[in-house]
Structure formats: C-alpha cells, structure tokens
C-alpha cells in the first residue's frame, strides 16, 4: 500500500468508532440506508483520485447537488441576475427554514433549501425534464461522468416534499420564483436524488478546487470567478447553522446533504468527500465531517493556515556572457514579489557593476496585477543594472 493510501486509510480507522446521530428519516426512503457505510475519497490537482472504505456505495447528492446548480446559474445568467433572487448571507437558521429577507422575500442563501428553490426555478426550459436534463449535465460535466436519477429516492421525497413545496409557494409570492412553482421544485427533488459515489463528490469538488476545470477529464466546466463565487458561499453558508464553527475547526469551503455526504473545497490543493449516513442535529454527517476535520488538519488545509509557498514563483539562475539571468515560472503574488526582490538585490551584491541582470517573468503562468507592478517598479529603481523581460 502506498504511503498516502495507508493514511487515509489510518483516518478510516480513527473516525469508525463515532456512532451517534441518525439517517434522515424525514424523506422515507433515506431512513432505509445502511447507518455503517464509510467512505471517503480525494482528489489532487493532476486528476489522481485516491478513495477509502466503501467507495462502490452509490447515494443521492442531496443538498450537495445546491453548489453546482448555483454555478451553472452563475455561468449562464451572470452574479447580478442571480443575486438579485438569492441572497449571500449565512442564514444561521437549519437547511429547511423559511429564511427570507423582510422586504424582499429573497432567501438568505443558495445553500439552504429555499435559497436553492429559487435558484434552481432560474433554469431555463420548457418543461421539468428540459430544466433537469440542463441541471444534470452540468452536474455531470463537474464528475466527468454521465450521472443519473434515483427514482425511488424522487419519488420518496416528491411524496413527502410539503414543506419545500410550502416554500416555493412562498417565494412564487414574492415575485422571487417567476414561472411555475410545480416546475420549480420537482426540478429540485429531481436534482437532489441524482446518485453520486464518494468518487464523483471528490471529481465534482476537485472541479471547483481548481478554478473550474475537471482535473480528471481536463474540461472546462464554468469559469474560474464562477468557481470563486460558488466556493465563497460555500466558506460561509455550506454547513446551514454549523458554518461558522466549521469555518473555524476545519477552515474548508463545504456542503453537506442529507444522505450523509460532505464534500469541501481546498483550493489549488484537493477536492475532498466523505459519506456515511448518521447525521448530526444540523443534518450534517457525523462521520463525513470528523473525516473532513481530520484530513485538514493532518494535510494542513485550513484556508486560514499561513502557507509559505503562496503565490511565490519557482527561481532559477544561469550565468550569459552579458550576466545572470534570474528566470521566474509558475505563479508571482505580492508577497512572492517581495521575496524575489530581496533575492536580486543578494545577487545585484554578488555580481561585478559591469554586468547587467536580466529578470525574465515572460514564463510565468500566472501573475496578480499588484506583484507585477512592485517588481516593475523596484526593477525599474535599479536600472541600468537590471533589465526586466515581461
Ligand atoms: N432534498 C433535501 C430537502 O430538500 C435536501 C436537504 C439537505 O440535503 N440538507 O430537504
């Protein structure tokens, strides 16, 4: 076994014996699933996919399917058609109450169900089967593979669905759903029982860890500020009214559903999920979460961690006839800037007056506006000696 697989599965074996809470028993035919499965999987940014436990064990994504509606939302209307129906503010209430603002009747979030309701009635089509066949594709396209409905799962939950209906209702009152509240919300049901195993969340979360395109099938599936906006809600509404202590224990944007599943965002490092059904009294799963907790910790991911490496680029330095030439690649940012100064002046100290210094940021993948304005600047400050090739 390779080194990785024996940690995660070391992480199986710590979260095991955590036994308390309860499937959901509100939607009947989750109330069935096995209470013991235990799975998690991770993706890192090549696409590798590592999984533990019982990563076969297909169940529906639930609320987990809420992040991925609002990005094919976002990518298709714009930030201002959507946020003019949905708000961006951590409800601190639980995923089914009726969170809306005063005046307005806008939901609190896309992240509780009736924030979710009304983005989903944002999908255009003719009918329920044209709206979900757009929502599953997107969801698809985020686990590069053809994903599919548990129709037991939906008709379960479509039988039982009083309360969302009730919402939705609601929100057609306000103005907030425009078209048919019917459409509306078995579009929801519909999404919420789309199956996924451990290994598509993971892909899915992967999708948004790396600004919008599959690692796996190399696809661009929205763009890189859609996956920043999904990914904020996440960070501050992904786990109803537990988001702020799960900001401050595990510091990953996240989302949780009903069936037992959590999935969370390290950006630029992995996409992470982790299933087993009992659910705690938020609705989020006990086990899924203490994996999440865990891997954060041990993987240091905690968004609010100090990294070292942030935004610094990889340097190296050849010797030509005319002097060094200092190379820059990957990724400049400010505080990166900074370092790469303080590197050329050591090298401006080491190097004869008569020779000339030349930066070569032409290779870099990726530079933030301000990084580049300090190292013009400071190089700038320094000519004749140094010479900057952008
Ligand atoms: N389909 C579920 C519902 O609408 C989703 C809730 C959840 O996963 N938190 O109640």
């Not at 939705?168 to 078209?179: M, P």
């Not at 203490?290 to 905690?302: C, K, N, Q, T, W």
Request: proline share 5%; hydrophobic share 45%; glycine share 8%.
């Amino acid at each position: 076994m390779d080194p990785i697989t024996a940690l995660l599965e070391k992480v199986l074996i710590d979260v095991r014996p955590h036994d308390d809470g309860q499937p959901a028993s509100y939607i009947p035919e989750l109330a069935s699933a096995d209470p013991d499965l235990l799975a998690f999987g991770v993706v890192g940014p090549r696409g590798r996919v590592i999984t533990a436990g019982d990563d076969g064990a297909e169940f529906t994504i639930q609320s987990m399917s809420k992040p991925f509606v609002l990005a094919l939302a976002l990518q298709t209307l714009g930030r201002d058609a959507v946020f003019a129906r949905v708000g961006a503010e951590p409800s601190g209430e639980p995923f089914n109450a009726i969170s809306l603002e005063a005046q307005t009747g806008r939901p609190a979030n896309p992240m509780v169900n009736a924030g979710a309701i009304a983005t989903t009635a944002l999908i255009d089509g003719a009918d329920i089967d044209e709206r979900t066949s757009r929502v599953v594709a997107a969801m698809s396209a985020f686990a590069g593979r053809s994903l599919w409905i548990d129709e037991s799962v939906y008709s379960s939950e479509s039988g039982t669905g009083d309360r969302n209906r009730a919402l939705a209702h609601l929100l057609k009152s306000y103005g907030i759903i425009r078209g048919s509240v019917h459409d509306a919300v078995e579009t929801y049901f519909r999404q919420c029982s789309v199956l996924v195993t451990v290994r598509d969340l993971a892909v899915m979360a992967a999708t948004l860890a790396f600004g919008g395109r599959n690692p796996v099938t190399g696809e661009r599936v929205v763009s890189e500020r859609v996956a920043r906006d999904v990914t904020s809600i996440m960070a501050s509404c992904g786990m109803y009214d537990f988001s702020g202590e799960w900001m401050l224990r595990v510091g990953l944007p996240a989302k949780s559903g009903v069936s037992g599943g959590v999935m969370a965002v390290a950006t630029s490092q992995f996409g992470v999920a982790a299933f087993s059904p009992r659910l705690d009294a938020h609705g989020n799963s006990v086990r899924a979460s203490a994996i999440v907790e865990i891997l954060s910790d041990r993987f240091g991911m905690h968004v609010l961690e100090p990294h070292e490496s942030i935004a610094a680029p990889g340097v190296t330095v050849e010797e030509s006839a005319a002097g060094p030439v200092v190379r820059l690649g990957g990724e400049l940012g400010f505080a990166g800037a900074e370092r790469v100064i303080s590197l050329l002046r050591e090298i401006a100290a080491s190097t004869p007056s008569a020779a000339q210094i030349t930066v070569d940021a032409a290779e870099l993948a990726r530079v933030h506006p301000a990084a580049v304005l300090v190292l013009r600047t400071e190089i700038e400050a320094l000519a004749p000696r140094f010479r900057l090739l952008e």
